[in-house]
T-cell receptor
């Protein structure tokens, strides 16, 4: 989606941390999301953050939100080969738009043993 | 059902033919969304329903695309007079409650127009 931008590829070694970055444009977005797509499968919600939060931690996942710069990041600690997938950042379109999301192009994460 | 089910998983058709893509949502999920995902891109919103009512169809590319959900459950996305540029993965997703963004996606229907 033209409103959400991500770098296309990231390669890390097993056990390292991965950081996937995203910029968005709609300052009225209420929630920002990270979805994961594994080969041949549908997208799966990983985590989300409310726009009035700076950080959210969920086990190995840490989401950081810089609302001033409209920058969102997803950090995966102790990355495993099973984390290899495409990760999509998404923003909600305005307030209370439910599942009408604007997705980025996706970042393909490759984890090398 | 346990998850969102889409059929057919793969559809190859000739230019000019009509196609119908089906989505069987998670039982009880209120809202149903259709997205289109081109190769190497993220999903793009097409349209959505709350129950049987189509709430927003602003993402449908042109009037060859239509969708319905007559009984508030199964939905069909129809593309008339298909063109090569319609080739993509068409994804259906549902939400348990109308005001969240936690989409449950199906595996998608891959459409190839020759």
């Amino acid at each position: 989606g033209e409103d959400v931008e991500q770098s296309l590829f990231l390669s890390v070694r097993e056990g390292d941390s991965s950081v996937i970055n995203c910029t968005y444009t709609d300052s009225s977005s209420t929630y920002l999301y990270w979805y994961k797509q594994e080969p041949g499968a549908g997208l799966q919600l990983l985590t989300y953050i409310f726009s009035n939060m700076d950080m959210k931690q969920d086990q190995r996942l840490t989401v950081l939100l810089n609302k001033k710069d409209k920058h969102l990041s997803l950090r995966i600690a102790d990355t495993q080969t099973g984390d290899s997938a495409i990760y999509f950042c998404a923003e909600s379109k305005g307030n209370n738009q439910g599942g009408k999301l604007i997705f980025g192009q996706g970042t393909e994460l490759s984890v090398k043993p | 059902g346990a998850g969102v089910s889409q059929s057919p998983r793969y559809k190859v058709t000739k230019r000019g033919q009509d196609v119908a893509l089906r989505c069987d949502p998670i039982s009880g999920h209120v809202s149903l969304y259709w997205y289109r995902q081109a190769l190497g891109q993220g999903p793009e919103f097409l349209t959505y329903f709350n129950y049987e009512a189509q709430q927003d169809k602003s993402g449908l590319p042109n009037d060859r695309f239509s969708a319905e959900r007559p009984e508030g459950s199964i939905s069909t996305l129809t593309i008339q007079r298909t063109e090569q540029r319609d080739s993509a993965m068409y994804r259906c997703a549902t939400i348990q409650r109308a005001n969240t963004g936690e989409l449950f996606f199906g595996e998608g229907s891959r459409l190839t127009v020759l």
